[in-house]
């Protein structure tokens, strides 16, 4: 078990509210990952944890009751506390959503290590037996007026829903890997890349360089329907990579021409994190989605024989 040395106090606003918000993440002498919505009177602490992810349709995972006290968009804050070792922390936070700060990981990661982590190693999950999740699956929960709105939404926009994100065993060191983008618009088209962490300065020292800056995106011409839904209020030009209408090109300059699919591997990492320890195992994202991670975990843990836990 692993904790800050010090609290950590960041500020920005959420990306789909545009609420601002104050979050405190404390060190705890307590197991987990837990938030606390400072906000709403009594609220009792948020296990962030896969079985208590409540939404992932908003293009983000949320954490805890819908109709109740819960917490959007806490995958680019679960990856940095990942990558920093951290499995102990009581975050308090000031509003409904995480703060998307520059739209990566960066900033949540750079505050964690200049705060410094106490010694200790985190829970290991060994994958054992192999598990998938396919889109397919994630359609058949849907109602059919949304499934319906989404065939129409992929035929205009010339995506397909066959994505799937697989986990299988490994040699049994390291959480391996591998996204793989496709979209139609040329300046994405099809992206690969592959990451691993073993929990050596020289992974931590990859990701910090190489992958915490990548930013989250998105359509310009979707954002007007975006904000319409709730979503996308807090997005500007310094949190978001913004496609142009056409597709082949940015509204603002991207600091990798792949920067898409390493975004990608900040989300994998913090909806891994959401197993409650460092998942050793391949992790195959094709066309992956919150959604798929999420499910992909419950599959594993569906069936004990499929992982062995050490401690």
């Keep these: 078990m692993t904790t800050l040395k010090k609290e950590v106090v960041i500020r920005g606003h959420g990306i789909h509210s545009g ?3 104050k979050v405190v993440i404390r060190p705890s002498n307590s197991s987990g990952i837990f938030f606390r919505r400072t906000d709403i009177k009594g609220s009792m602490p948020i296990a962030a944890l896969f079985n208590n992810v409540g939404e992932t349709k908003m293009r983000n995972t949320t954490i805890g009751d819908l109709n109740s006290a819960h917490v959007q968009t806490v995958e680019h804050l679960m990856a940095a506390l990942f990558i920093a070792g951290i499995d102990s922390a009581m975050i308090d936070i000031s509003g409904p959503e995480t703060p998307i700060l520059d739209g990566s990981a960066a900033e949540f990661l750079a505050a964690f290590v200049n705060a410094g982590v106490t010694s200790g190693a985190m829970k290991r999950i060994i994958v054992k037996r192999e598990v998938i999740a396919h889109s397919r699956e994630i359609l058949r929960t849907l ?9 129409f939404f992929n035929l205009i926009s010339g995506r397909r829903g066959n994505g799937f994100v697989r986990l299988k065993p490994n040699h049994g060191k390291s959480l391996d890997i591998t996204a793989t983008l496709i979209y139609p618009e040329k300046i994405i088209g099809e992206q690969t890349y592959r990451y691993s962490f073993n929990g050596s300065k020289k992974s931590i020292n990859d990701f910090t ?5 990548a930013r989250t995106f998105g359509k310009y011409s979707e954002w007007e329907y975006l904000k319409a839904h709730g979503m996308g209020r807090g997005a500007n030009e310094n949190n978001v990579i913004a496609l142009n209408n056409t597709g082949d090109g940015t509204l603002n300059p991207v600091i990798w021409p792949d920067e898409f699919v390493r975004h990608k591997i900040i989300d994998a990492i913090g909806d891994m994190f959401t197993s409650g320890g460092w998942i050793i195992g391949d992790l195959e994202s094709f066309k992956g989605s919150h959604a798929l991670n999420n499910l992909v975990l419950k599959k594993l843990f569906s069936n004990a024989e499929n992982y062995d836990i050490v401690e």
């Design 19 to 21: 609420a601002p918000v």
């Design 143 to 151: 109602s059919p007026w949304v499934r319906i709105r989404l065939w």
């Design 209 to 213: 360089t190489n992958i915490a800056r």
